[in-house]
């Protein structure tokens, strides 16, 4: 690999010092509390729609994210575009569904989907079952952040053997760990503002100049093999790539408010209306992602998969090393600096926001449901608080210890299994019409095949489901949402059936859920 | 729940009929999965969908003003 680049490095930890003393500053921002799980964990429900976008986007669009769609664009082409439609999918969603999620969790004191589903259902086994979805699918979503921290690294040269390999990261981690300690949901929030100039930043420095660099767009789309510039068109007897490319795009969309992380993002926002405006200015962050999909193809364009001094970071992280060897063979090394900078807190504020839910569902809905009904508010904080820090620290020894790969797949399993949570979350939302254990056998019929066909398909996304002498290679989470909501809704008409005067227990009635 | 509420239900929901549009303009590939008309040498598959990320946008800021009015909300 190539040597330290010390002008780069020194930028880089300049921008993460800066950070640093803001997280910690944070404490004190809006002033709440803390020894309150709504004010550590939700920042006091009180960001406004401007403070909100940044911490949704910032949450919602990882560092691993950017480096990880180029990347695909890099090595599979056309089809890691499906990035932008799944954005595009996603905001009716948030604006339909959300605002009135965040009014019943506003009327209840819920902090979780957890707490939500058990206000709504009655049922503290199927809240159980959201709960641990939600933590085991974000275990491995920390861990790719740290991916992301690792490939910026190793890009400003820093290399060792044995612990000095591994220092840097576990530097950055503790950083994060006691800053998101002291500070809660308010950390986060000040740094995304400073991540995401970062991001915007680079990602207009490298649409505009790389391109001007390499002759232009089309010049470089002529570096592209035609079969990766567009999808396959299918065959006969199969939809091909386009249900591939459809199906992931609506499965990601569908799935990606249900995770942890965004559900804590979307409550801390200080009214419905906070919401609604975010989802008509978020998709701010999916222009900038659609514009760095296509950094991947600069990254064919420029060759750097060939170059010698890139060799051993390929090696080491595969296609993910795409990003950083373009911005260090097209930047200067001082903005090479500002670029992996931005990366590398990129992943501390997901990575921050992620491990603050994971807490806050452990201490609501099982510490709390199971083990210490009657603790006091300061002592659920506390308990909040050690568990980000365990959550944060497991993930660390994860990505230390286990193969990338292991991460990347199970990332890919938590998206399967989050998606199982829908029925219950996002149309709990709007009906009580399913019964609580039919909702449970589904998530659990969803959760089972969902994983033994993504084991099936080698642990790839798309799995292809044959009928009728037709193939429909699809996004595995779809297909087995689609199983999930038949099984709980066959179940919910036979419950019905035998037992119609059953009472339905629901803490919440419908003017709740509405401004 | 009276008439005249169910008749403003009614236009609300129309109005989220824009929601359809633009999920549906994006996940049916056959209509954007081609090289051609390339724009500034951007194939037609990409530039396309990034307009409607943008189109995706100006929909959503419409659905919310032409339904601000109807929560009785703050509208800035």
Same mark, same amino acid.
């Given at each position: 690999?190539?040597?330290?680049?010390?002008?780069?490095?020194?930028?880089?930890?300049?921008?993460?010092?800066?950070?640093?003393?803001?997280?910690?500053?944070?404490?004190?921002?809006?002033?709440?509390?803390?020894?309150?799980?709504?004010?550590?964990? !939700?920042?006091?429900?009180?960001?406004?729609?401007?403070?909100?976008?940044?911490?949704?986007?910032?949450? !919602?669009?990882?560092?691993?994210?950017?480096?990880?769609?180029?990347? !695909?664009?890099?090595?599979?082409?056309?089809?890691?575009?499906?990035?932008?439609?799944?954005?595009?999918?996603?905001?009716?969603?948030?604006?339909?569904?959300?605002?009135?999620?965040?009014?019943?969790?506003?009327?209840?004191?819920?902090?979780?989907?957890?707490?939500?589903?058990?206000?709504?259902?009655?049922?503290?086994?199927?809240?159980?079952?959201?709960?641990?979805?939600?933590?085991?699918?974000?275990?491995?979503?920390?861990?790719?952040?740290?991916?992301?921290?690792?490939?910026?690294?190793?890009?400003?040269?820093?290399?060792?053997?044995?612990?000095?390999?591994?220092?840097?990261?576990?530097?950055?981690?503790?950083?994060?760990?006691?800053?998101?300690?002291?500070?809660?949901?308010?950390?986060?929030?000040?740094?995304?503002?400073?991540?995401?100039?970062?991001?915007?930043?680079?990602?207009?420095?490298?649409?505009?100049?790389?391109?001007?660099?390499?002759?232009?767009?089309?010049?470089?789309?002529?570096?592209?093999?035609?079969?990766?510039?567009?999808?396959?068109?299918?065959?006969?007897?199969?939809?091909?790539?386009?249900?591939?490319?459809?199906?992931?795009? !609506?499965?990601?969309?569908?799935?990606?408010?249900?995770?942890?992380?965004?559900?804590?993002?979307?409550?801390?926002?200080?009214?419905?209306?906070?919401?609604?405006?975010?989802?008509?200015?978020?998709?701010?962050?999916?222009?900038?992602?659609?514009?760095?999909?296509?950094?991947?193809?600069?990254?064919?364009?420029?060759?750097?998969?060939?170059?010698?001094?890139?060799?051993?970071?390929?090696?080491?992280?595969?296609?993910?090393?795409?990003?950083?060897?373009?911005?260090?063979?097209?930047?200067?090394?001082?903005?090479?600096?500002?670029?992996?900078?931005?990366?590398?807190?990129?992943?501390?504020?997901?990575?921050?926001?992620?491990?603050?839910?994971?807490?806050?569902?452990?201490?609501?809905?099982?510490?709390?449901?199971?083990?210490?009904?009657?603790?006091?508010?300061?002592?659920?904080?506390?308990?909040?608080?050690?568990?980000?820090?365990?959550?944060?620290?497991?993930?660390?020894?994860?990505?230390?210890?286990?193969?990338?790969?292991?991460?990347?797949?199970?990332?890919?399993?938590?998206?399967?299994?989050?998606?199982?949570?829908?029925?219950?979350?996002?149309?709990?939302?709007?009906?009580?019409?399913?019964?609580?254990?039919?909702?449970?056998?589904?998530?659990?019929?969803?959760?089972?095949?969902?994983?033994?066909?993504?084991?099936?398909?080698?642990?790839?996304?798309?799995?292809?489901?044959?009928?009728?002498?037709?193939?429909?290679?699809?996004?595995?989470?779809?297909?087995?949402?689609?199983?999930?909501?038949?099984?709980?809704?066959?179940?919910?008409?036979?419950?019905?059936?035998?037992?119609?005067?059953?009472?339905?227990?629901?803490?919440?009635?419908?003017?709740?859920?509405?401004? | 729940?009276?008439?005249?509420? /169910?008749?403003?239900?009614?236009?609300?929901?129309?109005?989220?009929?824009?929601?359809?549009?633009?999920?549906?303009?994006?996940?049916?590939?056959?209509?954007?999965?081609?090289?051609?008309?390339?724009?500034?040498?951007?194939?037609?598959?990409?530039?396309? /969908?990034?307009?409607?990320?943008?189109?995706?946008?100006?929909?959503?800021?419409?659905?919310?003003?032409?339904?601000?009015?109807?929560?009785?909300?703050?509208?800035?």
């Amino acid at each position: 690999m190539q040597s330290v680049d010390w002008v780069a490095t020194s930028v880089f930890v300049v921008l993460f010092g800066f950070i640093t003393w803001l997280g910690f500053a944070a404490a004190r921002w809006r002033k709440g509390d803390l020894d309150q799980l709504h004010e550590w964990g !939700l920042g006091g429900r009180r960001f406004g729609t401007l403070v909100t976008w940044f911490l949704v986007g910032g949450d !919602l669009y990882t560092a691993y994210t950017f480096v990880a769609v180029p990347a !695909l664009a890099f090595g599979a082409g056309a089809v890691a575009f499906f990035a932008v439609p799944y954005t595009i999918a996603i905001y009716p969603i948030l604006f339909l569904v959300f605002p009135r999620i965040w009014n019943v969790c506003h009327k209840h004191g819920y902090i979780t989907a957890g707490d939500f589903v058990r206000g709504r259902f009655g049922n503290r086994w199927l809240a159980l079952a959201i709960t641990i979805t939600g933590i085991v699918a974000t275990m491995p979503y920390i861990a790719l952040q740290l991916v992301g921290i690792q490939v910026v690294i190793a890009g400003l040269g820093i290399s060792g053997t044995g612990f000095a390999a591994d220092l840097p990261l576990i530097i950055a981690f503790v950083i994060l760990a006691a800053f998101t300690f002291s500070s809660g949901l308010r950390a986060p929030a000040s740094i995304a503002i400073v991540k995401d100039i970062l991001i915007y930043v680079t990602a207009f420095a490298a649409v505009i100049l790389i391109p001007i660099q390499l002759g232009g767009f089309g010049e470089i789309f002529a570096a592209v093999p035609a079969a990766k510039q567009i999808l396959a068109v299918p065959g006969p007897h199969t939809t091909g790539a386009y249900g591939s490319y459809a199906t992931l795009a !609506l499965g990601s969309a569908l799935a990606l408010f249900l995770y942890p992380h965004s559900l804590t993002g979307i409550l801390s926002a200080s009214s419905g209306h906070a919401i609604r405006r975010n989802a008509a200015l978020l998709p701010g962050y999916s222009f900038m992602l659609g514009l760095l999909a296509l950094v991947g193809f600069f990254a064919i364009a420029a060759g750097v998969g060939n170059l010698p001094e890139f060799a051993a970071g390929f090696k080491q992280f595969g296609n993910n090393f795409a990003v950083p060897a373009l911005f260090l063979h097209s930047f200067p090394p001082w903005f090479v600096g500002v670029a992996f900078a931005a990366i590398g807190i990129g992943a501390l504020v997901p990575s921050a926001i992620m491990s603050i839910a994971a807490a806050n569902l452990y201490t609501r809905n099982i510490h709390r449901e199971f083990f210490a009904p009657q603790m006091s508010g300061r002592t659920e904080s506390q308990v909040a608080k050690w568990v980000s820090l365990i959550v944060k620290f497991g993930a660390l020894v994860f990505i230390l210890f286990v193969p990338t790969q292991y991460a990347i797949q199970l990332q890919l399993l938590g998206g399967i299994w989050i998606i199982q949570t829908l029925p219950a979350v996002l149309l709990g939302a709007y009906t009580r019409w399913f019964n609580d254990w039919a909702l449970l056998v589904g998530w659990a019929v969803g959760t089972f095949a969902g994983t033994a066909m993504a084991v099936a398909a080698k642990l790839t996304p798309t799995y292809p489901v044959a009928f009728a002498g037709y193939t429909f290679p699809g996004y595995t989470a779809f297909y087995t949402l689609l199983l999930n909501l038949a099984v709980t809704a066959l179940l919910t008409l036979v419950v019905k059936a035998l037992r119609p005067r059953a009472a339905v227990v629901d803490a919440t009635v419908e003017a709740d859920y509405l401004a | 729940m009276t008439s005249p509420e /169910q008749g403003t239900k009614r236009r609300g929901s129309l109005w989220y009929l824009l929601f359809v549009v633009q999920v549906v303009a994006v996940l049916w590939p056959p209509f954007y999965n081609r090289v051609e008309p390339s724009w500034l040498g951007i194939p037609f598959f990409y530039w396309y /969908q990034l307009l409607w990320v943008l189109i995706g946008a100006v929909l959503t800021a419409i659905v919310y003003f032409a339904t601000a009015s109807r929560r009785g909300g703050p509208r800035s």
